[in-house]
């Protein structure tokens, strides 16, 4: 079977700055696979590039069976692909229920409101709060929900856990195995291994602009010495 997305030969550009060399990377329907590497390797990067938001690129992504190289960013999300950037891009102004309200309808199956609160009760209880009153945890998860609210099929993360408290991170990893029963594929860039290995399926590491490595999770403890030389972990 084909995989859900395919990125082969991934090359990507900030102006003159050339970063990724050749990206390879596949995820099939329903799977979650991590992206793992030192910070200014290319993994925010290859995030923005599958998403369209970064146009300077060449190679192939394909998602569902179509090319998406030639694409615009809105006709990306169109498709099926949610991306939940670092910064999260909530509405700050506006309240929880407000920016569940927002987010367009691109495919059938998007979540309602309700079926939101119940994957999240910390914002049912918060649901009248503006965005400037959540904490972090809050707002990662606010971001979340607004991309599951569209029917996206393929959910893009990057680093969802980076400063949140410990009991936040557990939720999180409960929503993501719960997108998982459900048929979610996702794309996690994520720097806390041990997050990432009760909620991903494969691991790829990346090291200045490529992949120099893949492996499934049962994998892991036997990669640990070269994600140590790698990462600085």
């Known amino acids: 079977m084909a995989p859900l997305l395919n990125v082969a030969g991934l090359q990507a550009w ?97 979540m309602s409101v309700d079926e939101i609160y119940n994957l999240f009760p910390n914002l049912k209880e918060r649901r009248n709060s503006p965005g400037t009153k959540l904490s972090g945890g809050e707002q990662q998860m606010l971001a979340m929900a607004r991309i599951l609210r569209t029917g996206a099929k393929c959910l893009l993360l990057d680093e969802p856990t980076e400063g949140l408290a410990p009991v936040i991170i557990q939720a999180i990893g409960d929503v993501l195995r719960e997108l998982k029963k459900r048929g979610m594929t996702v794309v996690l860039v994520e720097q806390n291994f041990r997050f990432a290995s009760k909620v991903a399926d494969r691991f790829y590491v990346m090291d200045h602009g490529k992949m120099i490595a893949e492996f499934p999770v049962a994998d892991l403890p036997n990669q640990m010495t070269m994600l140590n030389e790698t990462l600085g972990v």
């Open 14 to 110: 900030y102006g003159e700055s050339h970063i990724l060399h050749g990206v390879d990377l596949h995820v099939n329907a329903g799977e979650t696979i991590c992206i793992l590497g030192r910070n200014g390797m290319g993994k925010t990067t290859t995030l923005r590039s599958i998403m369209g938001i970064l146009s300077k690129r060449t190679g192939k992504i394909e998602f569902d069976g179509a090319d998406l190289m030639n694409v615009t960013l809105h006709r990306t999300a169109r498709a099926g692909i949610g991306f939940v950037p670092e910064e999260r891009g909530i509405f700050a102004t506006l309240s929880v229920q407000e920016n569940l309200m927002l987010p367009p309808k691109v495919a059938d199956g998007g």
